[in-house]
């Protein structure tokens, strides 16, 4: 009886329930552990709470934490109680499990604390679980984090990002606190109407619109029609890694339109985009050897990447005169893609000016980009959109999966 009583306190058994029965099978390496309750026991109404005598009972199984490498099952002699204004139903809760789900509170805190650090099959597989099981857990208890723990009442600068779910499939949009670099919501699509489920959901967790001052996003049309719809009071400021891109693509354009005529140029594509501090030895030298000579369009365009690299790091009052510089510069370039970006500066002059002035980092983006990096992975092969969202919100939040036997 030693056994049984440690038995009881590892297992939180307690008043009126009591270890009945203890059944070791070797062959299939698993331990039942029958649990009742004690006789004359009155249960209370789950919607009066009023104590009723028990109708009937019969056993329901979860699966618990592994004993050593034994499977562990409670079987709980679950009772359905005789209400008078309620007529005979299953009483409300029991300590150890949900009752319309085969685990116990304690695995399925395991299975969280497993999906945290490897992907859901990995997880499904360490556990002997299907996985569609586990992602039913797994989004049950992301939506009691997100209802318990999510709070944005100090919220006030939000990063706006993309990635799609599968390769060009199933687009998502995340928000995220720029400051804490938290998720705050995710959701499928890219369009305005996204920003309306921001706008809701920051109602939904002690947030307010009116205490965010700054957006941080891309200049996609979408998003600035969502911005204005709903957060006009707050201040634009594009990413500076998608304005970068903008005169990135510019540059390629014109390299392309170029190549054909100067074969030189055939495989160049990454000289010219990548950052020349990331370029090696061979590329350094090459690209020097065409910057001497500017008669090549794409020389012409790439020689202004670096002066507008740089309006990130000046004083905030040089911003707009060194642009201007700038922009008159590019101009006598007479290229039609450097034209073109030129007016994507003027279409969306305030947000570019914030970037520059403010020279707000990249971090919280590249801390999204890794969640998002991770999210794939730990979501691999099940990329569905909603798993993929639910994932996110896990690995973008630092939730706490508790359990508490009552
Ligand atoms: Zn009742």
């Not at 009886?1 to 070797?26: G, T």
């Not at 649990?35 to 005598?53: G, L, S, W």
């Not at 354009?253 to 100067?262: C, N």
């Not at 305030?350 to 707000?360: A, F, P, V, W």
Request: proline share 2%.
């Amino acid at each position: 009886m030693e056994f049984d009583k440690a038995l009881s306190d590892i297992l939180e058994v307690k008043k009126p329930w009591f270890i009945r029965e203890i059944d070791v099978h070797k062959g299939t390496k698993s331990v039942n552990v029958f649990i009742d309750y004690e006789e004359r026991t009155t249960f209370k109404c789950p919607n009066c709470e009023q104590q009723c005598k028990v109708h009937d009972s019969r056993y329901r199984v979860w699966r618990h934490l592994n004993i050593v490498d034994y499977r562990c099952y409670l079987n709980v002699k679950v009772p359905r109680i005789k209400c008078d204004r309620h007529k005979v139903l299953v009483i409300g809760e029991v300590p150890w499990g949900r009752l319309n789900i085969h685990f116990t509170h304690l695995f399925e805190q395991e299975v969280m604390k497993l999906c945290a650090e490897m992907s859901v099959s990995a997880v499904a597989k360490q556990l002997g679980e299907v996985d569609t099981t586990l992602w039913s857990i797994f989004h049950y208890q992301i939506e009691q984090a997100k209802k318990k723990q999510l709070n944005f009442s100090e919220v006030r600068r939000i990063c706006v990002d993309e990635t799609a779910s599968k390769r060009g499939h199933n687009y998502v949009t995340i928000f995220s606190d720029a400051d804490s670099g938290d998720v705050l919501y995710a959701t499928e699509g890219r369009t305005q109407e996204s920003f309306a489920g921001l706008y809701s959901e920051l109602f939904e967790h002690m947030g307010d619109p009116n205490y965010i001052n700054q957006f941080i996003m891309d200049m996609s049309k979408s998003y600035k029609a969502g911005w204005a719809q709903y957060f006009s009071h707050t201040q634009i400021i594009f990413d500076r890694f998608h304005i970068k891109k903008g005169l990135n693509e510019a540059i390629d354009k014109v390299r392309k339109s170029e190549v054909g005529h100067v074969e030189k140029l055939k495989r160049t594509r990454y000289l010219w985009l990548k950052n020349q501090c990331d370029l090696n030895e061979v590329e350094t030298r090459m690209l020097k050897e065409f910057m001497e000579d500017c008669n090549y369009n794409t020389v012409k365009a790439y020689s202004l990447k670096a002066g507008f690299d740089q309006l990130w790091n000046v004083q905030p009052k040089a911003v707009e005169p060194l642009l201007e510089v700038w922009i008159n510069k590019a101009k006598n370039t007479y290229l039609a893609p450097i034209k073109t970006f030129i007016n994507t500066i003027k279409n969306n002059y305030n947000g570019i000016i914030s970037s520059m002035k403010t020279g707000l980092t990249n971090a919280a983006a590249e801390g999204i980009n890794s969640i998002i990096q991770l999210t794939k992975s730990r979501a691999r092969g099940f990329r569905n959109v909603n798993n993929f969202i639910s994932m996110i919100y896990m690995l973008g939040n630092d939730f706490k999966f508790y359990h508490s036997t009552k």
